[in-house]
């Protein structure tokens, strides 16, 4: 590992004006605000042999699996630094690893640009694939009770669909 790696790392998000935490040496937990997703926690880790990249997307679909990964799938092909993958029990994350004579702050800064640019851009897309039954319930529960459907907007066509 470059000594001064951390460093790097630290400078690059303090200049991008991030909010971070560093729960342990090595370990940086950075918070990424979106309009869509409003916000995606990204971990950056250094290690051995590269830094890691990982963000929790969304859980595992409820519905319409194949259509689901599929997009995921289709949406790999395009990306930069990052990638869909699912854990163990299903969710999904962006994932990636730079080698770390590729750390500068410039590349920190684009890597994290693509988590938030896929994360923010495509995640309500996976919720209509993934979540259409659960928002389509959330919806008919709001207007029983007359609460606001200000951030279901987005999926408005979800619901008058069916």
């Not at 194949?66 to 854990?87: C, I, P, Q, R, T």
């Not at 640019?117 to 919806?139: H, K, M, N, Q, V």
Request: hydrophobic share 40%.
């Amino acid at each position: 590992m470059r000594p001064d790696l951390e460093g790097v790392v630290e400078a690059a998000l303090t200049s991008a004006e991030l909010d971070y935490e560093r729960p342990k040496p090595g370990a940086f937990l950075v918070r990424l605000p979106g309009q869509h997703k409003l916000a995606t926690l990204t971990w950056l880790i250094v290690g051995d042999q590269a830094l890691n990249v990982e963000a929790f997307f969304c859980r595992q679909p409820d519905e319409n699996h194949a259509e689901f990964y599929k997009w995921l799938l289709h949406k790999n092909g395009s990306m930069y630094g990052v990638h869909f993958a699912v854990d163990e029990i299903g969710d999904v994350h962006l994932v990636g690893r730079i080698p770390l004579s590729a750390v500068t702050p410039e590349e920190i800064d684009r890597v994290l640009g693509c988590v938030l640019t896929y994360s923010d851009e495509s995640f309500d897309r996976a919720l209509e694939l993934g979540f259409a039954s659960s928002i389509r319930r959330e919806w008919d529960w709001r207007v029983k009770r007359g609460e606001s459907l200000a951030n279901l907007q987005a999926f408005a066509r979800i619901v008058e669909s069916s």
